[in-house]
């Protein structure tokens, strides 16, 4: 039973991260809809040009077919990037959940190890700090997108 709740909140972070939160942004605030967005994509950017910058592969007995290289977690990165994007800790306390329990499936499944997931963590808030610390330059920047914001 376990297992299977945990391969299904593995496998849940796409939809999260790409659906329910720009979805609740988009009604509530789109400045921040926007700069997460900004985040997101900065974070993907990072991490996916280390896993493949590195190439380390993936532990021999893992739960899965080693299709990417191990280091960082795109799922665990992903997972931690909207932290910061909310204000009170009564949001944030059930993402920041969230997003501990899929690092720490990423482990139990033998897809990473704890150095890949602290890493993961690392970029996602310096980055998502970084894009809220110069929110008014990168807004700035994207006034050319079709909506207003």
């Known amino acids: ?29 789109r400045r921040r809809l926007v700069l997460y967005l900004t985040a997101l994509f900065c974070v993907l950017l990072v991490t996916y040009g280390l896993k493949y910058a590195t190439g380390i592969e993936r532990p021999e007995d893992s739960a899965w077919e080693k299709v990417t290289p191990r280091f960082p977690s795109g799922h665990t990165s992903l997972a931690f990037t909207p932290l910061l994007f909310f204000k009170l800790w009564k949001q944030r306390a059930p993402l920041l959940l969230y997003a501990s329990v899929v690092a720490y499936t ?18 996602a808030i310096s980055v998502s700090a970084m894009v809220l610390r110069y929110r008014d330059l990168v807004l700035e920047n994207l006034r050319w997108l079709p909506f207003d914001f």
Request: no cysteine; hydrophobic share 60%; proline share 4%.
């Open 106 to 123: 990423r482990i139990h499944f033998n897809l990473h190890v704890p150095v890949d997931i602290l890493a993961s963590v690392v970029i």
């Open 1 to 29: 039973m376990i297992e299977e709740l945990f391969l299904i909140l593995t496998h849940s972070v796409q939809v999260v991260v790409f659906l329910a939160i720009p979805t609740y942004l988009f009604i509530k605030d």
